[in-house]
């Protein structure tokens, strides 16, 4: 049998309310291009309202599970988005957005990965973009023992529709209990990690439970998932990092100073003519 891609590090995350966070700026070396990655879950029947607020040099993909977000941005996009759909904001030179998440019956909960975006082609700078994907046009690849979801990128044969300015893959994975899940990533995807839903698996003798996140060695290694006498769902991201400085201001991240400072004052100009 392959031998396994190694988990480095098992992350329980940080919970602050009805979030938990699992990357901050000082994983930034380890875990790049990703800069974000959240699990929100609320059991209420209200809905959660975040106000108009600005963000630039990334793109925000935006997944929920149970119950709908609806966003507003100043791309001057208004999207439903319904659970299993995807969205992806590029923020680029700065965007500012609201957005009200509607739960289902009393329940929501939704997933956020941020990846920095590149230097090249201008990308980090970009003109800002919103798009909304439904989860008819995702791949979903079935085999005796697993189900896997091509959110982002792709899987074997299969490709998501969705284009992202990293080179990135992201997964949504249930597996049967007492079974195998193999992938080997690109050449180059040396940056990736899986993030536990429920259930119990297993990575290279180390196992996972619901809510951590497990951050794979830079290895061009299989990446090999078993369970046993519990099925699992879990998420697989994968990319190759970015060759460039990453600094933040905790809503924007860049690759040097001048761009988050230039990218602040279009934020404030935004935020302004909401105001007005």
Known sequence: ????????????????????????EQHFPTTNPFVLWEHFTSKTPTNHNLNFHGHSGIEAISYPLTGTISHHDSTQQHHHIKSGDIHIMTSGQGVIHKSTTIPQQSISESIQLWTALPTANNSEMCQPKSQLFTKHHL??????????????GRYHQYASPIKSHCELILLDIIMASYSTWCFTPPKHYLSCFIYL????SYSANNKLMPFQMGLFESSPAPIIITTT??????FMACAVPLKQPLITNQHSVHSCKKNIDQSKVTINNLIKTINN
Do not use: A, C, W, Y
């Not at 988990?7 to 938990?20: E, V």
């Open 139 to 152: 791949p979903l690849v079935e085999d005796n023992h697993s189900t896997t979801k091509v959110l982002i």
């Open 229 to 234: 006498n519990q099925s699992s769902r879990f």
């Open 197 to 200: 839903k429920s259930g119990i």
């Open 1 to 24: 049998m392959q031998k396994s891609r190694q988990l480095i590090h098992i992350r329980h995350g940080i919970k602050k309310g009805t979030t938990t966070s699992f990357i901050h």
